[in-house]
């Protein structure tokens, strides 16, 4: 069987790719950062449909708590599953924050990069010895890297960081087999950076070509096709999910 770990699976686009993978038949790590509650619901939704799934808990701004979350990952792997290696990474945990950059301080412009970019490079370092050879990861990035969004530029400029980050992982892991793309979402109706208001939604529908909001799942779908063997010749990609988001 194959098991992939998502960060930030509790909530929004991680837990619905979360459910869709085990649907597919995938074995799940999913880690929550600040919501117990609300991982082990998804965990329970999980084992309810049949599947196997474990929540852990993982700060992605930690580095230093890498080296025990993955001691602690490699014994659930063993116990639950019977396997020793993850056969899928999704870089997906993150957070919005809305603040135009005359007025970004350092620690908001320090702790969007820690959960951005810095966590992702140095979690994926850290599992690069519990990946399987064909591995594949997924590094979830936005469509702000395409379209300067009000607001968000050091988010904006961390997510480009990761698209870049991909491309260097699919080259330096490519001699393993192992893949690395990014998913870059448009706007999708989930509780980042304090969800969306009927105003902002109308906006964001009238910019998008198909006339409506992403939903968690439009985007788990892509993570969890890209996760699967049917993508074994896509490496190196930023697919943007966003039904057309100003074109
Ligand atoms: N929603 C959108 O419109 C949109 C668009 C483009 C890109 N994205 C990206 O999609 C990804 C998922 O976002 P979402 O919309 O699903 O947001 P969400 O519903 O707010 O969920 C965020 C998830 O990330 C986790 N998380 C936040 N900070 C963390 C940290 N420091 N360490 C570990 N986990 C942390 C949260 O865990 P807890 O709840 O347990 O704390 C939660 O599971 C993010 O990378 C986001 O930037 C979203």
Redesign the pocket.
Same mark, same amino acid.
């Given at each position: 069987m194959s098991v992939i770990l998502i +960060?930030? /699976?509790?909530?929004?686009?991680?837990?619905s790719t979360a459910t869709l993978c085990a649907q597919r038949g995938m074995g799940v790590v999913l880690? =929550? @950062?600040?919501? &117990?509650a609300? !991982?082990q619901a998804v965990v329970e939704q999980i084992q309810a449909s049949g599947g196997k799934a474990v929540a852990l808990k993982?700060?992605? %701004?930690?580095v230093a708590s890498f080296g025990a979350f993955t001691e602690r990952l490699q014994r659930d792997l063993q116990n639950v599953w019977g396997v020793s290696h993850l056969d899928g990474v999704v870089n @997906?945990?993150? =957070? /919005?924050l809305f603040n135009p950059m005359a007025t970004v301080s350092e620690a908001q412009f320090d702790g969007l990069f820690?959960?951005?970019l810095k #966590?992702p490079f140095f979690l994926t370092q850290t599992l690069l010895p519990l990946l399987a050879d064909g591995a594949s990861i997924v590094n979830? +990035?936005? !469509?702000?890297t395409r379209v300067a969004t009000a607001g968000v530029a050091p =988010?904006a400029a961390f997510?480009g960081g990761l698209e870049v980050l991909t491309r260097y992982m699919a080259k330096e892991f490519g001699e393993r087999r192992i893949r690395a793309n990014a998913v870059? &979402? /448009? %706007?999708?109706?989930?509780?980042? #950076?304090g969800g969306l208001n009927s105003e902002f939604e109308a906006l964001l529908c009238g910019q998008t070509a198909l006339g409506r909001i /992403?939903e &968690?799942e439009d985007?788990g779908l892509v993570v969890t096709t890209l996760l699967s063997a049917e993508s074994a010749w896509i490496n190196a990609q930023t697919i943007e999910v966003a039904g057309g988001y100003m074109v």
């Amino acid at each position: 069987m194959s098991v992939i770990l998502i +960060t930030g /699976g509790s909530r929004g686009i991680g837990a619905s790719t979360a459910t869709l993978c085990a649907q597919r038949g995938m074995g799940v790590v999913l880690t =929550y @950062n600040n919501n &117990p509650a609300a !991982a082990q619901a998804v965990v329970e939704q999980i084992q309810a449909s049949g599947g196997k799934a474990v929540a852990l808990k993982l700060d992605v %701004a930690e580095v230093a708590s890498f080296g025990a979350f993955t001691e602690r990952l490699q014994r659930d792997l063993q116990n639950v599953w019977g396997v020793s290696h993850l056969d899928g990474v999704v870089n @997906n945990a993150g =957070y /919005g924050l809305f603040n135009p950059m005359a007025t970004v301080s350092e620690a908001q412009f320090d702790g969007l990069f820690n959960v951005h970019l810095k #966590g992702p490079f140095f979690l994926t370092q850290t599992l690069l010895p519990l990946l399987a050879d064909g591995a594949s990861i997924v590094n979830i +990035t936005s !469509a702000t890297t395409r379209v300067a969004t009000a607001g968000v530029a050091p =988010y904006a400029a961390f997510k480009g960081g990761l698209e870049v980050l991909t491309r260097y992982m699919a080259k330096e892991f490519g001699e393993r087999r192992i893949r690395a793309n990014a998913v870059s &979402p /448009g %706007a999708i109706r989930t509780e980042l #950076g304090g969800g969306l208001n009927s105003e902002f939604e109308a906006l964001l529908c009238g910019q998008t070509a198909l006339g409506r909001i /992403g939903e &968690p799942e439009d985007v788990g779908l892509v993570v969890t096709t890209l996760l699967s063997a049917e993508s074994a010749w896509i490496n190196a990609q930023t697919i943007e999910v966003a039904g057309g988001y100003m074109v």
